[in-house]
């Protein structure tokens, strides 16, 4: 059996999961975790918050995806988006203004990646 290589650290501090790297299944360097939205509830991560795009804080477009589309590589010390690249490009976002994150929202995101609204519930 080949051993598999573990990352140095297996836990992500909060205020530096803006260093994570994202790609594309094909191994395209896509964007970076902006932050990870957290169920208050649970305490599990529900959503990672992708910002793609942008030169010097200029163009940035934030994308939230259900965080079970996103597969952890320990040899890159990246995560993986499962799903393909225009998908996720057609799917909700925001520039500028993050909208309210209320059980709509969730609903709504939920609903565009067909994934399991029960998996997603913020209450």
Not at 1 to 19: F, G, R, Y
Not at 102 to 115: G, K, L, M, P, T
């Amino acid at each position: 059996m080949a051993e598999v290589d573990e990352p140095t650290q297996l836990l992500c501090q909060s205020n530096k999961v803006d260093a994570m790297a994202v790609k594309t299944r094909d191994g395209d360097k896509l964007g970076h975790i902006h932050a990870f939205m957290i169920n208050k509830r649970s305490g599990q991560a529900a959503y990672a918050i992708l910002t793609i795009g942008g030169f010097l804080g200029m163009g940035k477009a934030y994308y939230p995806l259900p965080f079970q589309l996103l597969a952890f590589e320990a040899t890159s010390d990246s995560y993986v988006v499962t799903i393909d690249r225009r998908v996720l490009e057609g799917g909700p976002s925001w520039a500028a203004n993050a909208p309210m994150f209320d059980q709509s929202y969730a609903d709504r995101v939920a609903s565009y990646y067909e994934v399991a609204r029960e998996d997603l519930t913020l209450g």
